[in-house]
């Protein structure tokens, strides 16, 4: 299995709402990641698990909150978005070769959830 | 910023013909990565060039890195209608620990 299964792959809620996306992975890869992707733009790195443990945030605005519940679970939990946040939402994973070297093998990237906030 | 930036941004070439893309980079790398991404999907990954070495094969992908020039460039031969994407570098960086995209370039395969 060398899939990175997001769920929901479409997703459309208010600015009050609280939803979550998912996505899982069961290639034992032990970094996982959350980009945000902006139509004709390239992916923008929002969070780094490494080991269950969040080990990059990128000054991320607290409405968007990650979640590593296991190895193979990562959840981005949402609350509060502005319309701006409409965008392809994309997990990822790898698979370091040690806990200082999580860069060094090719990510797998899931297929996107395609958020819009009305 | 570490992120790598692509030339050209756009590229239309027929079907049969070569096509190549360029990355440079700002800082030093532990590696480069090149990802296609078919409209509105997930990246794909084609290839990991390390910092040492300066070129690399896959089917009909070929890759060059020049470290002095902190540059890159894929190289697509024989192109196809499926190849129409849009193809991103990545670099990887022991310090930041983060993998950074570039801008990337839209590939246009016309039969």
């Known amino acids: 299995d060398t899939e990175v299964t997001q769920t929901p792959k479409h997703l459309v809620m208010g600015m009050t709402n609280k939803k979550s996306l998912k996505c899982e992975q069961h290639?034992?890869?032990?970094?996982m990641y959350w980009y945000k992707q902006k139509a004709k733009k390239p992916p923008e790195l929002m969070f780094v698990?490494?080991?269950?443990?969040?080990?990059i945030n990128e000054s991320v605005p607290s409405r968007f909150s990650p979640e590593c519940p296991n190895s193979s679970l990562l959840n981005l939990h949402l609350h509060a978005l502005q319309p701006e946040d409409s965008a392809l939402y994309l997990c990822?994973?790898?698979?370091?070769?040690?806990?200082?070297?999580?860069?060094?093998?090719?990510?797998?990237f899931g297929q996107g959830t395609r958020l819009t906030v009305v | 910023s570490q992120q790598g930036e692509e030339d050209p941004q756009a590229l239309s070439i027929q079907e049969g013909e070569n096509a190549t893309m360029n990355c440079s980079y700002k800082?030093?790398?532990?590696?480069l990565q090149w990802y296609r991404q078919n409209s509105g999907r997930g990246l794909v990954h084609l290839i990991l060039?390390?910092?040492?070495?300066r070129e690399k094969h896959s089917g009909r992908l070929r890759v060059t890195l020049d470290t002095s020039k902190k540059s890159s460039s894929l190289l697509i031969t024989a192109s196809r209608a499926a190849d129409t994407a849009s193809y991103f570098c990545?670099?990887?960086?022991?310090?930041?620990?983060?993998?950074?995209f570039g801008q990337g370039t839209r590939l246009t395969i016309n039969p």
């Open positions: 990822a994973s790898s698979h370091p070769r040690d806990r200082a070297s999580i860069l060094n093998t090719e990510a797998f």
């Open positions: 290639m034992g890869h032990r970094a």
């Open positions: 698990y490494s080991y269950e443990k969040l080990s």
């Open positions: 800082t030093s790398i532990n590696n």
């Open positions: 060039i390390r910092s040492n070495e």
């Open positions: 990545a670099t990887g960086n022991q310090g930041a620990q983060k993998l950074v």
